[in-house]
């Protein structure tokens, strides 16, 4: 079956610090590949997505990669904000339609201090 | 992008009772699903809510336990039944506006803790 595996948190790091969250999959077919943040008291939000091997998605100042070769989409940021502390999730999505389904990450929970 | 109201948003609860989480929808959506976040996991989808017929549940979850009613296109129900503290998670419901868009929206979530 599907699987994501990403960095265990918690991460701690300083305003304007460099980011990177590993992620990595585990899929039977050709999955969309995503980034979901959920700040403080909030739902979850989709920062990026990806949906085929190469494609970059970016949003905020975050970037992830697709990359087929590696099964990854890790997610950077080269200078994080305060504002940045929350849990980021990866996940993906193998088909759409009646067969949708979201697998997740653990969540990393990422926070920034000034 | 879909706004998704949830209630409760949290609740306590005791063990033995059941509860009724409701997900509005601001707009007409193709598919609505139920997720389980337990303390320290990721999230786990529970089941597809199916409009006028019954939920398509996941691997280990079944109706008995999370009967899930969609009576329209905006709104559905999930019921934890007969709870017990192993139940305490967060329950957030999730919409897909077409059957064919990669981007799922998600509610606040309810935060269940069952004593």
């Known amino acids: 079956g599907n699987s994501v595996t990403q960095m265990e948190g918690p991460v701690t790091l300083s305003e304007e610090a460099f980011l990177t969250i590993n992620c990595t999959y585990t899929?039977?077919?050709?999955?969309?590949l995503f980034w979901y943040v959920q700040y403080p008291g909030e739902g979850l939000q989709l920062l990026l997505k990806a949906t085929k091997a190469d494609d970059k998605g970016s949003n905020k100042g975050f970037e992830a990669t697709y990359r087929k070769e590696t099964t990854s989409f890790h997610l950077e940021k080269g200078s994080v904000q305060v504002s940045d502390s929350a849990v980021y999730f990866c996940a993906l999505s193998e088909s759409g339609g009646s067969n949708y389904k979201l697998t997740f990450g653990k969540g990393t929970l990422l926070t920034v201090n000034p | 992008s879909a706004v998704i109201s949830q209630k409760p948003s949290r609740d306590i609860c005791q063990r033995g009772t059941s509860l009724t989480i409701q997900c509005q929808v601001d707009?007409?959506?193709?598919?609505m699903f139920w997720y389980r976040q337990q303390p320290g996991q990721s999230l786990t989808l529970i089941a597809t809510a199916n409009q006028g017929s019954e939920a398509t549940y996941e691997s280990g979850f079944v109706i008995d336990k999370f009967p899930i009613s969609r009576p329209n296109l905006t709104f559905s129900t999930l019921t934890v039944s007969n709870m017990s503290p192993e139940d305490s998670s967060i329950y957030l419901c999730?919409?897909?506006?077409?059957?064919?868009?990669?981007?799922?929206?998600f509610g606040q979530g309810t935060r269940l803790t069952v004593v």
């Open positions: 707009s007409q959506v193709t598919m």
């Open positions: 899929a039977t077919g050709y999955p969309s």
């Open positions: 999730s919409v897909l506006r077409r059957a064919d868009a990669s981007e799922a929206f």
